[in-house]
Nanobody, 115 residues
């Protein structure tokens, strides 16, 4: 099982980034996918989630209207489009795959929002 995040980097406040998480080794289309983030000295927090078929999404309140989660089950990939980024969005972003009691994590990708 592998989850490989990409797309992180350094961006100025107000900018945008699109994160990707490529999955392999399991039946991607059966799994709920989530994005989490962890800032230095803080606990990991949920950013957004999307149902296995993509029809249901949910977001943390501070991300609503700025972030969009989506998935392509043909490409085994989940995305996180992040707009209007703020310095407080700086964190390592992780994708998570979940089905029943099974839960898989990626290694994370760093997002730094700074001028």
């Amino acid at each position: 099982v592998q989850l490989v995040e990409s797309g992180g980097g350094l961006v100025q406040p107000g900018g945008s980034l699109r994160l990707s998480c490529a999955a392999s080794g399991f039946t991607f289309s059966s799994y709920t996918m989530k994005w989490y983030r962890q800032a230095p000295g803080k606990e990991r927090e949920l950013v957004a989630g999307i149902s296995s078929g993509g029809g249901i999404t949910n977001y943390a309140d501070s991300m609503k209207g700025r972030f969009t989660i989506s998935r392509d089950n043909n490409k085994n990939t989940v995305y996180l489009q992040m707009n209007s980024l703020k310095p407080e969005d700086t964190a390592v972003y992780y994708c998570n795959a979940r089905w029943s009691t099974q839960s898989y994590w990626g290694q994370g990708t760093q997002v730094t929002v700074s001028s």
